[in-house]
């Protein structure tokens, strides 16, 4: 299902607001029909037991209005915010299937702004799309049936007005927002892309005098943004004049049409059926906006559709958030020395890529081997890292101690096959914490023992302990730190197999071979099966063996370090 549609909560919820919306609706237009009828009556001075009955209407209408917008306002909100809540569940399931093979067409700005901004404006589907229009289109057709008992002719003169207003307002509004709504939308995913980059990078474009240019950018979009946002604005403006002209016309026709003169109507009766169209198109005013928000839900659904779609774009392998049960441990692999990774013919591309990223990869990995996957950048060394993880799936043979992994659970894939990313994410909290979710049974004592193997025993102590904080995306750490941290959580999986994506890129380069001799040290003391993918040498005696990948193609193998 469209998160659209996600969006519009049941009905055994909504009917609440609907009927309250209603009601308040109904309220307002007999108010201003009952206060037209008690003016013009109590003007022919009858008893005062005549008109009693009108002033007690009068008072508990305009009560009535109140309340009913209140409660219509409180339950129709309660409706669309607990369906939000829904629509952002769904969201998360299908980044969760996607993630991260899937999302690499949309820059992380964008993204950001498309699963916040564009799924909270999902919720204007039931509270100014749906519900005004069937608030307004009962209220219209009850108003136009009791004006024509009274009078036929002012029921025709009424019907008239309203199909003019329909017409009329929604093809303006409807072509006048045709061009920005899809623009807004996209412009605020521009902007939100251009500030997360100035905001992250700005060490970065201050040592490169490059900073001043990403605020212009900044400034050049949000000036674009307001022009859209300003002809928005003008098309709300010019529909809601249209409409008051139509109404005035509208009043205009009926005080030419059922004028007492030509009819047999009283003066009160008269007034009624003259003023009746103002409370009319008040309420009916709000259709063509409801028309213009449409656009809005609806940009910004394809926007959310695009980025995370409900079916994984072709070359990702999807899981399912809510599968249970099943064998999810990690593939038992073979002796020391024997074939645990076999690829044959292994050919992936990333989703919209016009040619593939690795073609005919064929490759052995024996358990307990120490390999070096080398070359060029762009060569297809993380494609390659992706598919061992079945983040991204592939044509030809993937087998893990035999095992065709297209037969197997990726999850279990992913249990047995560990990637420890170039750039490692660190959440902002405690190390404790950023340990724990690789293995949540762990205690302080297994916490301390794994960092002090892979190095960081006396950083640990110097920062306090378990409970130091590592800042924002790991802020407070270094690069070599943070690999290390990485490592440590790798470990605490238990991963038989580990993948290491340029270890050292974000490390200072005297410490970079070091911070590779002691990561394959420890796995190596483990007893894990490593494939280190760099594009810088590494001389590390460890290694037992190298891969050279050069156009998706591996060129050559080579054993020893």
């Known amino acids: 299902m469209s998160l659209i549609r996600t969006a519009q909560p049941p009905l055994a919820r909504s009917w609440r607001g609907h009927a309250a919306g209603a009601l308040s609706a109904l309220s307002g237009v007999a108010l201003l029909a009952v206060s037209a009828y008690l003016i013009t009556r109590a003007a022919e001075q009858p008893p005062i037991?005549?008109?009693?009955?009108?002033?007690?209407?009068?008072r508990a209408l305009a009560l009535a209005r109140a309340f009913f917008?209140?409660?219509?306002?409180?339950?129709?909100?309660?409706?669309?915010?607990?369906?939000?809540?829904?629509?952002?569940?769904?969201?998360?399931?299908r980044l969760v299937r996607v993630a991260p093979a899937g999302l690499g067409q949309t820059s992380r700005g964008d993204l950001l702004t498309r699963v916040v901004t564009d799924v909270d404006a999902l919720q204007d589907l039931p509270l100014r799309v749906v519900q005004p229009l069937a608030i307004s289109g009962l209220t219209a057709l009850l108003s136009v049936a009791v004006v024509a008992v009274i009078s036929p002719v002012g029921g025709v003169v009424l019907f008239a007005g309203l199909a003019v207003a329909f017409v009329v307002?929604?093809?303006?509004?409807?072509?006048?927002?045709?061009?920005?709504?899809?623009?807004?939308?996209?412009?605020?995913?521009?902007?939100g892309d251009a500030v997360l980059d100035l905001v992250q990078n700005l060490d970065v474009l201050v040592a490169f005098d490059a900073a001043e240019a990403q605020v212009d950018q900044v400034r050049s979009l949000d000036r674009e943004l307001r022009s859209v946002s300003l002809r928005r604005a003008t098309t709300t403006g010019v529909v809601a004049a249209i409409l008051a002209l139509v109404s005035g016309a509208t009043v205009l026709?009926?005080?030419?049409?059922?004028?007492?003169?030509?009819?047999?109507?009283?003066?009160p009766a008269y007034a009624l059926v003259v003023l009746v169209p103002l409370a009319v198109f008040e309420v009916v005013g709000s259709v063509p906006v409801a028309i213009v928000a449409w656009r809005t839900v609806r940009a910004s659904g394809a926007r959310v559709e695009s980025a995370v779609p409900a079916v994984a774009p072709a070359g990702v392998v999807a899981d399912d958030p809510d599968a249970g049960g099943g064998d999810v441990s990690p593939i038992e692999l073979p002796p020391v020395g024997e074939v645990a990774l076999r690829l044959r013919d292994v050919v992936a591309t990333w989703p919209g890529a016009a040619a593939p990223a690795l073609s005919g990869v064929s490759l052995e990995v024996r358990r307990g081997d120490r390999l070096v996957v080398e070359g060029p950048s762009?060569?297809?060394k993380s494609t390659l890292a992706s598919v061992l993880v079945r983040f991204l799936d592939h044509d030809g043979t993937?087998?893990?101690?035999?095992?065709?992994?297209?037969?197997?659970?990726?999850?279990?894939?992913?249990?047995?096959?560990?990637?420890?990313e170039q750039t490692p994410y660190l959440f902002d909290d405690s190390v404790r914490q950023n340990l724990l979710f690789a293995r949540d049974t762990a205690g302080d004592a297994d916490l301390v023992e794994v960092l002090e193997r892979v190095g960081l025993g006396d950083w640990l102590e110097a920062r306090g302990g378990l409970d130091a904080r590592l800042g924002e995306r790991g802020a407070l750490v270094s690069g070599g730190q943070a690999q290390r941290i990485s490592l440590a959580r790798a470990l605490l999986r238990g991963f038989p197999i580990l993948v290491l994506d340029e270890p050292a890129a974000g490390v200072d380069a005297a410490l970079a071979d070091s911070l590779v001799e002691d990561l394959l040290a420890t796995a190596a003391a483990d007893g894990t099966t490593v494939l280190l993918i760099s594009h810088v040498p590494v001389t590390s005696p460890l290694v037992t063996g190298r891969v050279s990948i050069v156009g998706g193609r591996v060129a050559a193998v080579t054993t020893g370090p």
């Open 69 to 93: 917008r209140y409660l219509e306002r409180l339950t129709s909100h309660d409706a669309a915010f607990r369906q939000l809540a829904v629509v952002r569940t769904e969201l998360y399931r």
């Open 253 to 267: 026709a009926a005080l030419w049409a059922v004028a007492p003169s030509l009819g047999p109507l009283s003066g």
């Open 169 to 191: 307002g929604c093809v303006v509004a409807n072509a006048l927002a045709r061009t920005t709504e899809s623009s807004l939308a996209d412009l605020r995913g521009r902007l």
């Open 398 to 420: 993937y087998e893990i101690a035999g095992s065709d992994t297209r037969a197997l659970d990726a999850r279990r894939v992913r249990a047995t096959v560990g990637l420890i």
């Open 378 to 380: 762009g060569a297809g």
């Open 49 to 58: 037991l005549y008109l009693s009955i009108a002033i007690v209407s009068v």
